[in-house]
């Protein structure tokens, strides 16, 4: 499989929604923004159409996955928590030089909102767009659980 979607072409976009960063990636502050609905034991859980958002610290590993579908399947995370945050990837990156920092804190969200997407776009997503920014963040690892 990755042999053969490297070989795949990669779209160009004539009007991207994102500007290129506007510097080397091995200078760049890097966050992850995950809708996992993680948190850390301490914070109050996702409940159904909580279209908020949870701030975890660079260090913080003891997170809960806050999913709540009975047909979500936990497995991967219980086994490595980078699988749906990859912290300690982006620790390696920094490491290796590949990037220039972690930044102090990432974001979650919970992504199962089947009719509050709007609050998210207008609302909350903004403002943690805004924490971000006040992080000196200039790139965000998207993942989409």
Request: proline share 10%; with cysteine; aromatic share 8%.
């Amino acid at each position: 499989m990755r042999a053969y979607s490297a070989q795949q072409p990669v779209p160009q976009f004539d009007s991207p929604a994102f500007t290129p960063l506007g510097k080397p990636l091995p200078e760049a502050r890097v966050a992850i923004v995950t809708s996992a609905a993680l948190h850390r034991p301490d914070q109050d859980r996702f409940a159904p159409a909580d279209t908020s958002f949870r701030a975890l610290d660079r260090a913080d590993r003891d997170l809960v996955l806050g999913h709540w579908s009975p047909n979500f399947d936990h497995s991967g995370f219980q086994l490595d928590l980078n699988v749906v945050y990859p912290i300690d990837r982006l620790e390696e990156l920094v490491a290796e030089g590949v990037i220039g920092d972690v930044a102090p804190r990432h974001f979650a969200f919970a992504g199962n909102q089947p009719e509050t997407v709007s609050e998210v776009r207008l609302d909350t997503g903004p403002a943690c767009a805004a924490e971000l920014l006040a992080d000196g963040v200039d790139v965000v690892v998207l993942t989409p659980v």
